[in-house]
């Protein structure tokens, strides 16, 4: 038979209490990471013709509408950050 040492429990970085600072944070990123996937279904950064800037455009092309997302949430994006910061402060106070 095997001995298991046992497991502690420690507090995860998920299990912190949730501030209205990082409840906000938390929320644009996730708008952003929302509206990043929605400008790839787009096609955002795909190449238009077979001279564009080959293979490197398309693996930088994440980082293009990552940083065109969060620049859209910086200017008040389409307001899920909002319900997402709501939802966050609700699920706090339900604790």
């Keep these: 038979m095997t001995d298991f040492s046992p497991i502690h429990t420690q507090a995860t ?3 912190r209490v ?3 600072l990082n ?7 996730l708008e952003a990471t ?3 996937e929605m400008l790839k279904s787009t096609g955002l950064g795909t190449q238009k013709n077979s001279f564009g800037g080959g293979i490197g ?3 930088f092309a994440s980082f293009q509408r ?8 910086r200017t008040g994006g389409i307001g899920l950050a909002e319900h997402f910061y709501q939802a966050l402060l ?3 106070d339900d604790r």
Excluded: C, S
């Excluded at 990552?66 to 949430?73: H, I, N, W």
């Design 90 to 92: 609700e699920k706090n």
């Design 34 to 36: 929302f509206l990043a």
């Design 23 to 29: 409840a906000r944070e938390a929320a644009e990123e």
């Design 66 to 73: 990552q940083a065109l997302a969060e620049e859209m949430v």
């Design 57 to 59: 455009e398309d693996q």
């Design 13 to 15: 970085p998920y299990a």
């Design 18 to 20: 949730i501030t209205p």
